[in-house]
């Protein structure tokens, strides 16, 4: 009787073990093999600003975001209000729809205030624009102009996020990070949002005004100083070498995928890591680009920096057209320094604050919109023109040195440039120009449009965050057709 207590049916030789087991062992070697492979070449990271097809078919690539930080006055800039001279000293009468500030105002016996100064229609369009803007009245063709915008707030922080961000509340990311987190940015050696603020300071909000609120922070705007060095430490300390930089950066590279990797599904390291190299790639590409020194007499004196008054924003306007040259994806272009008065912010002295603020970006805003033409630069950059809010068309202050309060309700902007229709019109106010006559146009309507003519559906644009879909415009706004080409 035998012992064994398993005989098996069909004895296996080692040979034919060996042959039905083969493609196991090799895929246990193969997997090994590839695992050593991959630690030992480097990690390729994702680039969170590689360039991306648009959705939407568009002919602009580019934007420019001139934002005058105050409140601009309509009534006295680019919606002519000639009614207002015939109620001129008198009693402005109550009108309907008209809610909050602006409501008591009129109840308490508000004033009109006429334009002190003169429109005259320009262009073939014959659109009346004050002669503040002698330059920018020459481009009226050009531009399409929305008239009766309202925002959500009287005041200028929660009006200056609205404009800039889509919301009144801080958090949120600016219109400029939703445009390079959708369509990346073209070059490589240059951050895809780039800031130039105005020479005496930033507007109110400061930074958070082009923050990337809670989109990845690669995507918030990257400011250049208004004087040189644009961009300050970028350059290399005595006795480094652009070498040494390089072996240091990869040193540190390595260091940080390493902890990365032992932290999977998180991308903040990986962002850093971005930083790092475009700061290294912006050694040499930065430098070349915000040295204006190279521009031809002709150029500098188009954008006004032949004249101490306009040579700032004439600066900061010729950075912003070498800026869209290589392909940077979003400019913003602020001009006022938080509200004072440096401001558009004018409830006192209006006829000689206003003339002042006029004059400092009428010639350098004209230079820009020629050059992008003379280059061919309009055909794929769209310029936006906007503050965050209106003014009224009654006197605020001392009659003697009369100035506008706030108004949110009859904000006008202008956009020029790709996908644009010149000379077209959206919107409109009532007489006074206090706020829109029939349809009310909103800042999502604004926004929507900016993503519009860049080739973004703002409803497919969303990220998520703290469980629901966010959208710059929220619940979305109305792409302003009429004045799309």
């Known amino acids: ?126 659109r009346y624009i004050s002669t503040l803007f002698e330059n920018l009245g020459e481009l009226a063709d050009k531009m399409a102009f929305v008239y009766g915008v309202k925002g959500e707030s009287n005041n200028h922080s929660p009006a200056t996020m609205q404009i800039n961000t889509g919301s009144p509340f801080q958090g949120n990311p600016s219109v400029g990070a939703w445009v390079t987190y959708g369509l990346g940015s073209e070059n490589r050696n240059l951050p895809g949002y780039v800031v130039l603020h105005d020479h005496r300071g930033g507007p109110v909000n400061g930074p958070a005004v082009w923050q990337s609120g809670y989109l990845p922070a690669t995507y918030q705007g990257t400011p250049f100083r208004p004087t040189e060095p644009a961009v300050l430490d970028l350059d290399l300390p005595p006795g480094v070498d652009a070498s040494r930089n390089r072996r240091e950066l990869d040193m540190m590279r390595r260091l940080n995928e390493r902890h990365a990797a032992a932290r999977p599904g998180r991308d903040e390291l990986d962002a ?19 040295d204006l020194s190279d521009e031809p007499e002709s150029v500098r004196k188009l954008y006004g920096m032949d004249n101490p008054v306009t040579e700032p924003f004439a600066r900061q306007c010729l950075m912003a057209r070498r800026l869209v040259e290589k392909d940077v994806r979003f400019v913003l272009l602020v001009h006022g320094w938080e509200n004072g008065q440096f401001s558009w912010d004018h409830h006192k002295e209006l006829e000689k604050l206003l003339p002042a603020r006029a004059g400092e970006i009428d010639k350098p805003v004209a230079g820009l919109l020629t050059d992008l033409e003379q280059r061919g630069l309009l055909e794929d950059t769209v310029v936006v023109w906007t503050s965050e809010m209106g003014r009224t068309p009654f006197i605020q202050g001392n009659p003697q040195y009369p100035g506008r309060n706030h108004n949110q309700w009859g904000m006008a902007s202008w956009f020029a440039g790709a996908g644009v229709k010149p000379g077209a019109t959206a919107g409109g106010t009532d007489e006074f120009g206090l706020r829109a006559a029939e ?47």
Not at 5 to 14: D, M, V
Not at 15 to 40: F, H, K, V
Not at 88 to 100: D, F, I, K, S, T
Not at 472 to 479: F, Y
Request: charged letters at 20%; aromatic letters at 8%; proline letters at 8%.
């Open 1 to 126: 009787m035998s012992t064994s207590l398993w005989t098996p049916r069909h004895p296996l030789s080692r040979r034919a073990l060996l042959r039905n087991a083969w493609n196991g062992i090799g895929s246990l070697a193969l997997t090994s093999m590839l695992a050593d492979e991959a630690a030992a070449a480097p990690r390729e990271l994702p680039n969170p600003l590689a360039p991306k097809q648009p959705p939407l078919p568009a002919k602009a690539k580019r934007c420019i975001f001139v934002f005058a930080s105050g409140g601009v006055s309509q009534v006295d800039t680019f919606d002519y209000k000639p009614s207002l001279a015939k109620y001129a000293g008198q009693r402005m009468p109550e009108l309907p729809n008209v809610e909050g500030e602006i409501e008591a105002f009129l109840r308490n016996g508000a004033t009109a205030l006429p334009s002190p100064f003169e429109f005259k229609p320009r262009g073939d369009s014959g």
């Open 439 to 485: 349809e009310t146009l909103e800042i999502k309507d604004l926004h929507a449009t900016v993503l519009r003519l860049l080739g973004l559906d703002q409803m497919a644009l969303t990220f998520l965050h703290q469980g629901r879909f966010k959208r710059l415009t929220d619940t979305g706004g109305r792409v302003l057709e009429e004045i799309l080409a």
């Open 272 to 290: 850093r890591i971005a930083a790092y190299e475009l700061a290294f790639r912006m050694q040499t590409e930065a430098a070349a680009t915000t």
